[in-house]
């Protein structure tokens, strides 16, 4: 079966160490779910969302930048 293409996002290899240990455990739930569950909407939605919740803990991991008033 090919590989979903939303499973490129998921990758944590290149993340400085502090977000790895964030972004790692959402990168091993979507490789369990890309292999256990047929392709089909309900997957690529279930992909996605989890890929949002990475994304904003990830951001939630990272240091504030300063604001320029």
């Known amino acids: 079966m090919p590989r979903s293409p939303i499973m ?3 990758a944590y290899a290149h993340l400085p160490q502090h977000l790895q240990v964030i972004s790692r ?3 091993e739930l ?3 779910l890309e292999t256990m569950l047929p392709a089909n909407a309900e997957k690529s939605t279930a992909l996605r ?3 949002e919740a990475k994304d904003c ?3 939630a991991a990272m240091p504030e930048a300063p ?3």
Do not use: D, S, T
Request: net charge positive; charged share 30%; hydrophobic share 45%.
């Open 8 to 10: 490129q996002f998921f």
């Open 25 to 27: 455990p959402f990168g």
């Open 30 to 32: 979507a490789e369990h």
């Open 49 to 51: 969302k989890l890929l």
């Open 57 to 59: 803990a990830v951001r």
């Open 67 to 69: 604001r320029h008033e």
